[in-house]
């Protein structure tokens, strides 16, 4: 387990609810990696808490699907497996498109201008190379996309999907031959808005998911491989 594990109280939260998004928030962001076996003992020494909240925490990961319960082993943070990534991706990649083609016609100038700094934002954190700093600015660009469309429908239907995005977008950045890419394909979507072309953008937005699930599919592999 990561040392760098701790818990991040939050003094309006009961204790369990701080231990649910502690451990939510290292699975996501990676630190508490696919197929870790979750020992209460462990964690409950760790954080500093009993094992209650902690027991707690593991059952309603368990419910969002990011833990599994394995017979005679106990409870494991869930693998990204190829089917839930393609069935979160494909959703995905038609909800980006319409979010780029919409913001082509509805985007106003500040919000361009904002579009304009995340690309640049994201081309610092790039070279930085924080994984969490690259997924934040990541994560900021795109729902400024997502917001220009003015859409609230739209915005709720990607925020369902966000938080498996997050974890997905972790895995896709730890490759780091692909950084160039990303920020290519970024520059892209901003232009395509930038113009009001709406099938550039669409066709951009596409390949840009397109790219992440072959990366991730990459990985997911090699891990199987590597796996005893």
Not at 82 to 109: F, G, H, N
Request: charged share 35%; net charge neutral; proline share 3%.
């Amino acid at each position: 387990m990561d040392g760098k594990l701790q818990i991040e109280m939050d003094e309006f939260l009961p204790l369990r609810d701080v231990v649910f998004n502690t451990l939510r928030r290292a699975i996501l962001n990676g630190k508490l990696k696919p197929g870790e076996r979750l020992m209460e003992v462990h964690l409950a020494n760790r954080l500093g808490v009993s094992r209650t909240p902690i027991r707690e925490a593991i059952r309603k990961l368990e419910l969002e699907g990011l833990v599994i319960m394995i017979p005679r082993r106990g409870a494991e943070v869930a693998r990204i497996t190829e089917k839930s990534l393609k069935d979160v991706l494909e959703v995905r990649r038609a909800l980006d498109a319409l979010s780029v083609e919409l913001a082509c016609e509805r985007i106003t100038q500040p919000d361009l201008e904002r579009l304009g700094e995340a690309c640049r934002n994201f081309e610092r954190a790039v070279r930085g190379e924080d994984a969490s700093v690259i997924a934040s600015a990541d994560v900021a660009l795109h729902d400024i996309i997502v917001e220009a469309t003015g859409n609230r429908r739209l915005q709720q239907l990607v925020n369902n999907l966000s938080e498996q995005m997050y974890r997905f977008r972790f895995v896709y950045i730890k490759e780091e031959n692909q950084h160039d890419n990303l920020v290519a394909e970024h520059r892209e979507i901003y232009e395509s808005i930038l113009n009001c072309d709406r099938e550039r953008a669409a066709a951009a937005a596409r390949l840009h998911i397109d790219n992440q699930e072959k990366s991730i599919i990459r990985q997911i592999r090699l891990e199987n491989e590597r796996r005893p």
